[in-house]
């Protein structure tokens, strides 16, 4: 274990102390109306009109879940207390069903 510290350790001294020259490439360093730049600020765009369409799409998603749920709420209030539309409650737990339905042997 202390063997992969001190080599982790001595690439990184390494990698710190040495000047290497480095370069930008022509995209990021160089003329920003080049046929490179304008290709790279197109993909740019690509990319952030996708990400933008499907974040948008779950969003509107998870909008269509919430006002679903509302609506559905609204409903079930409306099952359980008819007297919010001015209608009178039915009690419809002391009805048989021999009362409602009219028995096959009378015909």
Same mark, same amino acid.
């Given at each position: *274990? @202390?063997?992969? %510290?001190?080599?982790? #350790?001595?690439a990184a001294?390494?990698? /710190?102390?040495l000047?290497?020259?480095?370069y930008a490439?022509?995209?990021?360093?160089g003329?920003?109306?080049?046929?490179?730049?304008?290709? *790279? @600020?197109?993909? %740019?765009?690509?990319? #952030?009109?996708?990400?933008?369409?499907? /974040?948008g799409g779950?969003?509107?998603?998870?909008i269509?879940?919430?006002?679903?749920?509302?609506r559905?709420?609204?409903?079930?209030?409306?099952?359980?207390?008819?007297?919010?539309?001015?209608l009178?409650p039915?009690?419809?737990?002391?009805?048989?069903t021999?009362?409602?339905?009219?028995s096959?042997?009378?015909r």
């Amino acid at each position: *274990m @202390n063997r992969l %510290i001190s080599t982790y #350790l001595t690439a990184a001294v390494l990698l /710190l102390t040495l000047r290497l020259p480095t370069y930008a490439c022509s995209a990021c360093y160089g003329e920003s109306d080049s046929p490179m730049a304008q290709g *790279m @600020n197109a993909g %740019i765009i690509a990319l #952030l009109v996708i990400v933008g369409g499907v /974040l948008g799409g779950v969003a509107a998603f998870f909008i269509y879940l919430v006002r679903r749920n509302r609506r559905m709420a609204n409903r079930i209030a409306l099952l359980d207390d008819p007297t919010l539309l001015g209608l009178k409650p039915l009690n419809l737990t002391g009805a048989s069903t021999t009362q409602m339905l009219p028995s096959s042997e009378s015909r």
